[in-house]
Nanobody, 127 residues
Framework: QLQLVESGGGLVQPGGSLNLSCAAS????????VGWFRQAPGKEREGVSC????????HYADSVKGRFTISRDNAKNTVYLQMNRLKPEDTAIYYC????????????????????WGQGTQVTVSS
């Protein structure tokens, strides 16, 4: 059973940076597409950024394009989300999620496709 653990969240001032990590255990991450999702109070969980198992394809929500970067190190079984120029509206619980499929990826960050989820890490952007 694949297990995912997020880390790296915290309190940061607007304009600051955080680097989130999603460490996998129980199975190699090589076969899994991985995504970062977030959920703010009273809002739906939304896809922030996703990456295919090979790392060859990435996707970003419009709200984070140019500020966030997703990457993966399969040798370390870890996926990262570098978040720069953070805004108060980025405040949320951030979750990483993963799924595996034998079929080519048609659409990225489709929440219903993700089978494995971490517990989340809180990101708060406030002065």
């Amino acid at each position: 059973q694949l297990q995912l653990v997020e880390s790296g969240g915290g309190l940061v001032q607007p304009g600051g940076s955080l680097n989130l990590s999603c460490a996998a255990s129980g199975y190699t991450l090589d076969y899994y597409h991985v995504g970062w999702f977030r959920q703010a109070p009273g809002k739906e969980r939304e896809g922030v950024s996703c990456i295919t198992n090979s790392g060859g394809k990435t996707h970003y929500a419009d709200s984070v394009k140019g500020r966030f970067t997703i990457s993966r190190d399969n040798a370390k079984n870890t996926v990262y989300l570098q978040m720069n120029r953070l805004k108060p509206e980025d405040t949320a619980i951030y979750y990483c999620a993963a799924y595996s499929s034998p079929f080519p990826v048609q659409s990225m960050c489709v929440r219903s496709l993700y089978d494995y989820w971490g517990q989340g890490t809180q990101v708060t952007v406030s002065s």
